[in-house]
Nanobody, 124 residues
Framework: QVQLVESGGDSVQPGGSLRLSCAISGFTYLRYVAWFRQAPGKEREGVAAIAPRESRTYYGDSVKGRFTISHDSAKNIVFLQMTSLKPEDTAMYYC??????????????????WGQGTQVTVSS
């Protein structure tokens, strides 16, 4: 059974930075590990994903150039480095993983495993 544990959420001012971590255990192969976010009253949104075996990365349009996803294979942790944060980045951020090769990285219903979430608040 795959387990995902997020950490790193906090309150920051606009223009600030945060790094989220997703510690992964219990996996043998994962097609994608992704970060999703959901703000109150909004649908869950795919933020970024990484294909660990290929080291390919994918980003949503709203975060391109500001967020970076990476994978520490030795420690089995996926990071989301967030810079130039905006108030509209405020949301609960979730780490998710999928094993199915045919999954689409930004489609949340394709994902099998989810973490508990970590809150990011961007406000002055």
């Amino acid at each position: 059974q795959v387990q995902l544990v997020e950490s790193g959420g906090d309150s920051v001012q606009p223009g600030g930075s945060l790094r989220l971590s997703c510690a992964i255990s219990g996996f043998t192969y994962l097609r994608y590990v992704a970060w999703f976010r959901q703000a109150p009253g909004k649908e869950r949104e795919g933020v970024a994903a990484i294909a660990p075996r290929e080291s390919r990365t994918y980003y949503g349009d709203s975060v391109k150039g500001r967020f970076t996803i990476s994978h520490d294979s030795a420690k089995n942790i996926v990071f989301l480095q967030m810079t130039s944060l905006k108030p509209e980045d405020t949301a609960m951020y979730y780490c998710a993983a999928v094993r199915e090769y045919g999954a689409t990285w930004f489609r949340d219903r394709d994902y099998d495993f989810w973490g508990q979430g970590t809150q990011v608040t961007v406000s002055s």
